[in-house]
Each structure stands twice: as C-alpha cells, then as structure tokens.
C-alpha cells in the first residue's frame, strides 16, 4: 500500500514551490508538511503524482509538461530536504487499486476534473480553507473516499450541505499543528496586555464564490478579521492587529495599456514575479505572538478555525476564538483551554477588557491552552494519527472505484 500526494511539489502546505522561491514569497512555515517529516522520519518513501506544475503564465506553459514537472519535483524536493532516494514520481497509470491518493483543493488539480471516476484506489480530498470554492466538486464529490478538514464541516458546514448532502464517504478532521519554531520564550509577565490578530482577509471573487454568496451574503470568507482590520485604529488599547487585506491593494501593475502586447507583458509579470501576501509575511509571526499575552486568529464563516490559532497557543498566548464545534470537538474547553467569545466584536472588545483586568485568570487560560496543543496538536501526533487512520480506513473500507 503506497501513500501517493498528488503534486506535492506544487502544494505549498508542504514545500516552498519553486513559484515562491521565484517571487521571493517567504512563508516560513508550510502547514502541512508535518505529514512529510513524518514519513521522511519512519524512512518511508514518498509517492508522487505529477500532473501540474507550481508556476503561473509564460513559465507554466515551459514546466507543465512531463519532463518540466519532474526537474521541478527534484528541485523542490531539494530546497526543501527531502532525499531523492525517498521520492518515487508516479503517472496516472501508475496508481494501483491498493494505494491511497491524496488530492488537495486548489485552482487546479485531479479533483477539478471529471475523469477522477478513472482513477481506481482510495482517494482523500483534503477540502483545507479553500473549500468555499467547493462548488466546483459538485459533480464529483461523491467520487472521493475521505474527505479531510480542520473541523468537521461534513456535519456542519451549511455550504457543503448546500453542494450535496447525501455525500456517504468517511470523514476526518485533521488539526492545524505548529512548526518546531514556535516557542514559548517569553515570561508572562512582561508581554504586553493586550490581544494581537493576525490573519489575512479577501475580497471574493464574484465567479468562483456565487453559492457562498447566496447563502452567507457576504463578499469575505473572514467578515471578523475584516472588522478589526476596519477599526484597529479604535480597538487599539486592546488589540494590537497585523491583519492584512489579500492581495495586497498596491502591488499589481493594472494593465491599462490596449495594446495587446504590453497588457500580456503586464499581466506575466504579475502571475510569475508578484508575491500576493508580502506585507503578510514580513515579520516573525513567533516573535510576534511572544509579545502578547492574548490572540485572536478569526475563523472562516464556513466553519474552518484560523490557521494560527494552534501556533499563538504554542507561543504561550491565551487564545481567543469562537464558541464553537471547531473547539469543542478537538476537546478543547472554553474557559480552560481558550476564550470564547460570541463571534461579535462587542463581546469579543468586553472579554479582552475583562481579562486584561484578571491576569491571573489569563495566565491559567494560557498555561492550559499552551499545554494543550504541546500535548495533542504538535506536529508528530497529528500526522501520525492522520497517516495511521487513512492506512486503516483504505485497508478496511471499499473504495469507491470498486463500488
């Protein structure tokens, strides 16, 4: 049985693509590649399906054929310490019946097409904060074995629901961890007393988000973070916030020109060489949460948690979220693990002023939260237990290939 990733080398939740190394893109920690130190620890080898590449305009139609794909897939996996000797590049014939697929939601992939009915193993749909889009799979969700997600938005997502509520696959509910670098370094004591919010907000493309939009009648997936980012200016004495809008307003060249030429020259030089997120990843998101006592990473309306919040808990920050399953069911405890507001900003402003006068309060919170995720959300645990459940679930289950 071989664990097969389709286009790892182009998923930046597992490697810096050779795409970011291009447009100096500096996301210091991919979110998912505790799964791949996992395999590359048990000396297990990494199967590889190669099927498109991580660049975008003029250098995609270069490196999206085979031989483009494989040189991009050794080169990636050597700036990012993976062994040649551990990856094996697979074509689509290659997949055998007994294997185990795991495709991820992006703009481009297997899940996007209608031939994933073609493909004859036990394949995993890892849905991550892209699923909004999910619309696109609703005529080919059933296809998929298990679907993946931080939180269980297969029995509580409104939005999956509204695609297709009678999806019968297994479901499993794969937490953020936190990268090595997360440190508790800082005493308690002398961070400053207040909540900083990180986080990224969008405004939604009309196309790709029609039924999101029906259903929430919003034009965010983060209505919270674009709240504080509104007003950080007046919440300031409580919250510092290092919220940013995505992509940044000031870093694409319009193209305004009509002459087709220069507009194609214009509209390259923004898909090969622009890094969307700079102003993100500027600075030190583990220094930063070392300096403040609380932490707020507001969720996707869709159900999903923030991806920092575990990263602000392994820092020693006091985390604030929602009152949620999104918690709840990773057996975390309001007011022992986090703190839970209403998801308005008027209890989230009168919970922070409350526990900037209860320091001590604080400090428990913190202290159990930071223990928490030290314990059960670090990056071994959950690849492990992930890894282990698919191998058991494709080995007891009938895939729906053979159906």
């Not at 190394?21 to 130190?37: E, F, P, S, W, Y």
């Not at 991580?54 to 250098?59: K, V």
């Not at 298990?146 to 939005?159: F, G, I, T, Y």
């Not at 604030?320 to 399953?325: A, F, H, Q, T």
Request: aromatic letters at 12%.
């Amino acid at each position: 049985m071989r664990f097969v990733f389709e286009n790892l080398y182009a998923n930046g939740f597992f490697v810096r693509t050779l795409n970011d190394v291009m447009i100096g893109a500096n996301r210091r920690t991919q979110k998912h590649k505790n799964l791949i130190d996992y395999l590359c620890l048990n000396q297990k080898k990494i199967f590889i399906l190669a099927e498109h590449t991580s660049f975008r305009g003029l250098l995609k139609k270069i490196f999206d054929n085979k031989v483009g794909r494989i040189v991009e897939c050794y080169i990636t996996c050597t700036l990012n310490g993976i062994k040649w000797r551990q990856v094996v590049i697979l074509k689509r014939e290659d997949i055998r019946k007994e294997d185990i697929l795991l495709c991820y939601l992006f703009d481009r992939g297997i899940n996007e097409r209608d031939d994933i009915k073609s493909v004859k193993c036990y394949k995993i749909l890892d849905l991550n904060h892209f699923y909004a889009r999910i619309p696109q799979l609703k005529y080919n969700i059933n296809e998929f074995d298990c679907l993946v997600s931080e939180a269980n938005v297969v029995d509580h997502s409104e939005l999956l629901h509204a695609v297709n509520n009678m999806y019968s696959g297994d479901a499993y509910v794969k937490p953020y961890s936190f990268d090595k670098r997360f440190q508790n370094n800082k005493d308690f004591s002398k961070r400053e007393n207040r909540a900083i919010a990180t986080g990224t907000w969008e405004t939604l493309e009309e196309k790709k988000y029609l039924l999101f939009k029906e259903i929430y009648h919003l034009d965010c997936l983060h209505p919270m973070r674009k709240e504080l980012y509104e007003n950080k200016e007046n919440w300031k004495e409580q919250i510092e916030c290092l919220i940013t809008h995505f992509p940044d307003d000031d870093i694409e060249e319009k193209p305004s020109s009509q002459n087709m030429i220069l507009r194609w020259m214009v509209e390259n030089r923004n898909k090969i060489f622009i890094n969307r997120q700079q102003h993100y990843y500027q600075f030190d998101m583990a220094e930063m949460y070392n300096n403040y006592r609380m932490a707020i990473i507001p969720e996707e309306i869709v159900g999903l948690p923030g991806i920092g919040f575990v990263e602000a808990m392994a820092c020693g920050c006091a985390f604030i979220g929602k009152d949620s399953y999104m918690y709840r069911e990773l057996g975390m405890e309001a007011g022992v693990h986090y703190i839970a507001y209403n998801g308005t900003s008027e209890d989230l402003l009168e919970k922070i002023k409350y526990y900037q006068e209860h320091a001590a309060e604080l400090e428990k919170i913190a202290s159990v939260g930071y223990q928490f995720v030290r314990e059960k959300l670090n990056g071994y645990v959950v690849a492990r237990q992930f890894y282990k459940k698919m191998i058991k679930n494709a080995r007891t289950g009938v895939n729906k290939s053979e159906a």
